[in-house]
Structure formats: structure tokens, C-alpha cells
């Protein structure tokens, strides 16, 4: 069924230790002996201070660089860069501060976050705390605290950059008096080190105060090891969910994990990535003429015209729920397979989602794990329930998106830094070609579940170099899918690349 796996438990023991033993004999020495028992023991209690002050610094470096709410899996190593690669240290001589309104949804924010930490080191300016993205489609009104562990953040990046939850009163007080202006822009996408250096740096010492309006992709996928490390210290240490989120999280990991090993399918045939793509396969004509009026009624949305079969036969569309049954099926996974479904509503309803619940009938959603008022508070936060997901995605023992979207990569990228989790990347424009095949007689089964096996032993989540296309970044590896100057040298070599079930064809 899954993958076979080898126990790669490492032990960590602890040393003994003895007592001194007291002097024999006479009463002659006693003042002698008394004052040898004296230094003994005051060895003993130093350095047992000693011992016990280290243990205090390791337990909080340990704590710093450990992704918290990851479970503690042996066979699944991950990096300490923190010892074999020093992350860069703070500059006290503040240029200026840096605001930022972050745009997108939980995980486009969350790599904008870690590019901006990276960039205010860069520039040695102080961060003031990001703002969320309250006016996008999700509209959810949740602030950074809402969502992250602000103090946590903070606390874990203080040794290589400032961050503070306001402007200072003196500087807030000036700007209300217009004495201060603040200088809003976007930064130009895609951006590398010396843009920052030569066209931002010079603005934030000219204003005082600036303002970024946009964080998403504004930093190139290729920049200095130092950069890229702090973007992974952000992402995989220092961005730790708010303890209500990660509460109600490890108790759905918890209920999953007691039912065995566990899935999780990013199904993200959500009416908004539908809209947004102009891919309506599967759907009636009444529901693509309302997926076409959403797009054109999103102003920021660009691309307006799509011709969706089009898009579709280039793999640019998310799968159907019937599309993903046959892949699934294809690759081995039978009817025992326990699903979660990491996504938000899905497009159709029940109906849309009837032969996924027939060919796997052990999926759940978290509305069928918690009860109505664990997820309460959660109503009407998209993010925050978006959060829940990325928790459960990062414990499951494999996870399957259908669209390669920004939770698809941020996931893949996370699960890589974790020790190379197994992750199912689907070809989708082989995936397709196949489907149709399949669907219209032109192969049987056989040669269907083949050929889909075939093409997906290497979208496994194993170790790959990251692709770079000079002055073409969109067409490049995206850095949070894959950041390989992050990663373990000696992980990668012992990776299985045998992740795929048995197949029962």
C-alpha cells in the first residue's frame, strides 16, 4: 500500500556519573580531609551549574531552530543551519524602517514575510510587524497576531534583524503632523540584491520611513547564501502558528494519525482558482458563465479571455475530483487509503465530489473531525483555517496537491527542508493526455495505470537541483519549492526513491 521505509531511529543517551568518595582513617587528618571534602564538593556543585547553564542555552537554540509544530519523527531529518551555516548578524546602525502590507493568501503572504526579513537584513533597516492582506477575495480580517506568533517571531530574529510591532510614538506622531512622509511603492518583482541595494537603500535614507505595498515575488529566487538562509530561518523556525491554531491542529494531526497513515489531497478546484484559471472542464454551462463573471469582475485579476480547454490540454488547470480518482487509482492507492482534504468549499458541492467519496470512502474534511464549536472561532478566517490545513499537510505521510499552486510549493518546499517527506507532484499535462486516452477506449487500464506510474517516479519529492533561467523568474523553480542552500548535504543521499504503492494492477 505505502511505500516501504526503513527504521533510521537514532538513540541519544545520556552519561553516568559518580560521587566522591569520602576519606578513611585517623583522626589526625580530619581538618585535612574536611577541607579536601570541601573543594570536592564545591567542584561537584560548579560544575554541575555549568552543565545544567548549558543545557538551558542548547534546549534554546534547540528550541529557535526546531520547527515547532512538526511531529518528532527520527526518520525525517532536517538541517541545523544554524551551527554549520551562521545565520548573519545584526547591523546596529539602523538606516531607517521598513512597513509592508503583504497581499495573497496565507502561504503568498508567508513567503512575501520571510523575503522581507531577508531584505531588511540586506538593507539594515528596521521591520516594522507586516500587515496581512484584509481586502483580497478571502477578505478575512485576521492580523499578524491572529495568525503567527508575534513574539515568538520576533525573539527568533533578533540576532540578525529588528523587528518591532509599531513605529516608534515620536515618528508615528510626526507623520500624523505630515513633518514625515512616508513613502509608499512597490517593489520591482523578482528583484536581486543590488536593486535593493542601489534603488531602495537610497530611499529609505532619503524618507526615513517606507512602504512596501506588495511583498509577493519581490525578491529574486537566486540571492546570496546569507539571504537565503534567513528566508528559510523565517519560514521554517521563526513563523510558528498562534497557539490557538496550532492547538486545534495537532488535534486533528492526532486523529488522523490514530487511524493510520494518512493522505493529504490538495483538491483546489475552489470556485476562485477556477475563475481565476478560466478552467471549467467537468463544469455545467450555468457554472461557467458564473466563473467567467467572477474573473471579469476581479479587477486585479489580468487575464480575462481564456479559452479553458486550451488551458487545460497545457496542463495549466487544476484536476477534477473525477480526474484525481483515476490518477490516484493509477498509482496504486485503493479504497483503504485514509484522505484528508486540505481545500476550502468545492466547486459543485457533494455532487462534484461523489465518485472520489465512492473510490476512497475513508476522506474527511476537518468539518468532520472537530465539532461545530472548535471550528467556530475559525468561521469567516479563511486564513486561519487555511493554517489548520498546512499543519495537517506537514505531518501527513504523503501529500498530494492537484494544482501547483502557492500552498502546492510552500508545502513542497517545507517538506523538503523536513528530510524529503514523500510528495506527489502530478504531471498535469501528461496527466491529461493520458485521461483522455483512457476515457475515449484509445488504452486500457493497464497501459493507463503504467504509464501514469511511469511518468510520476521522479514527482516524488526526492532531492533535485533547483532550475535557474537567467532574466526568465517565472519560469525558473520557485526558491520555497525547493531551497536546496538550505538543505541537508548528507539527507539527500539517503532518500528512498521507491515512494510509490504497490500496484495491485
Not at 538551558?56 to 531552530?65: A, F, K, P, S, V
Not at 492547538?247 to 478546484?269: E, P, T
Not at 510549493?409 to 483522455?436: A, C, P, S, W
Not at 516524488?460 to 525547493?482: C, H, L, M, S, W
Amino acid at each position: 500500500m505505502w511505500e516501504s521505509e526503513k527504521d533510521n531511529n537514532r538513540q541519544l543517551g545520556g552519561g553516568g556519573g559518580g560521587s566522591p568518595e569520602g576519606g578513611g582513617g585517623g583522626t589526625g587528618g580530619e581538618k585535612h580531609r574536611d577541607n579536601r571534602d570541601t573543594v570536592v564538593w564545591a567542584i561537584w556543585i560548579g560544575t554541575g551549574i555549568l552543565v545544567f547553564t548549558c543545557f538551558i542555552h542548547l534546549c534554546t537554540l534547540r528550541e529557535l531552530w526546531q520547527p515547532h509544530f512538526l511531529p518528532q519523527n527520527n526518520n525525517r531529518p532536517s538541517c541545523n543551519h544554524g551551527f554549520i551555516n551562521p545565520l548573519p548578524q545584526r547591523d546596529y546602525v539602523n538606516n531607517g524602517y521598513l512597513m509592508v502590507s503583504c497581499n495573497g493568501g496565507l502561504n503568498q503572504m508567508r513567503a512575501g514575510i520571510c523575503d522581507m526579513v531577508a531584505i531588511a537584513k540586506l538593507l539594515n533597516v528596521t521591520l516594522v510587524l507586516p500587515e496581512l492582506d484584509h481586502t483580497s477575495f478571502w477578505a478575512d480580517p485576521s492580523d499578524f497576531g491572529d495568525i503567527f506568533d508575534t513574539s515568538y517571531f520576533i525573539a527568533s530574529l533578533r540576532s540578525s534583524v529588528q523587528i518591532i510591532r509599531e513605529l516608534p510614538s515620536s515618528l508615528l506622531q510626526k507623520i500624523q503632523e505630515g513633518s514625515l512622509p512616508v513613502y509608499y511603492m512597490h517593489p520591482g518583482s523578482w528583484s536581486n540584491e543590488s536593486y535593493y541595494l542601489n534603488q531602495i537603500l537610497p530611499l529609505v535614507q532619503k524618507y526615513g520611513v517606507l512602504h512596501f505595498n506588495k511583498t509577493d515575488t519581490r525578491l529574486a529566487n537566486s540571492v546570496p547564501l546569507d539571504m537565503q538562509l534567513l528566508r528559510c530561518h523565517a519560514n521554517y523556525h521563526a513563523l510558528r502558528f498562534a497557539p490557538h491554531i496550532e492547538d486545534l491542529g495537532w488535534k486533528l494531526v492526532k486523529i488522523l494519525q490514530a487511524r493510520g497513515r494518512f493522505m493529504v489531497l490538495h483538491l483546489r478546484y475552489e470556485k476562485d482558482m477556477l475563475a481565476f484559471s478560466g478552467c471549467t472542464n467537468g463544469c455545467t454551462p450555468e457554472e461557467a458563465d458564473d466563473l467567467t463573471r467572477m474573473r471579469y469582475a476581479t479587477t486585479w485579476w489580468k487575464e480575462k479571455a481564456i479559452v479553458s480547454e486550451q488551458k487545460r490540454q497545457e496542463g495549466l488547470c487544476p484536476l477534477t475530483p473525477e480526474e484525481t480518482v483515476l490518477v490516484l487509482m493509477a498509482l496504486g492507492y485503493d479504497s483503504s487509503t485514509h484522505i484528508y482534504i486540505a481545500a476550502g468549499e468545492i466547486y459543485g458541492g457533494e455532487q462534484r465530489m461523489a465518485k472520489l467519496h465512492a473510490a476512497f470512502p475513508n476522506l474527511v474534511r476537518k468539518e468532520m473531525l472537530l465539532t461545530p464549536e472548535e471550528l467556530k472561532p475559525f468561521q469567516n478566517h479563511s486564513t486561519q483555517m487555511a493554517a489548520l490545513d498546512y499543519m495537517v499537510s506537514m505531518a501527513s505521510d504523503v501529500f498530494v496537491p492537484t494544482y501547483y499552486g502557492n500552498m502546492a510549493k510552500i508545502v513542497e518546499g517545507h517538506r523538503r527542508y523536513m528530510g524529503f517527506q514523500n510528495t506527489i507532484l502530478f504531471d498535469r499535462k501528461r496527466v491529461v493526455e493520458l485521461v483522455d486516452q483512457y476515457t475515449n477506449g484509445t488504452i486500457k487500464w493497464e497501459d493507463f495505470s503504467t504509464a501514469i506510474r511511469q511518468s510520476h517516479q521522479t514527482h516524488i519529492g526526492t532531492p533535485t537541483v533547483r532550475k535557474v533561467i537567467p532574466g526568465q523568474p517565472k519560469e525558473e523553480d520557485y526558491f520555497y519549492a525547493n531551497p536546496q542552500e538550505c538543505l541537508c548535504p548528507e539527507s539527500t543521499t539517503s532518500v528512498s526513491i521507491n515512494r510509490l504503492p504497490i500496484s495491485s494492477s
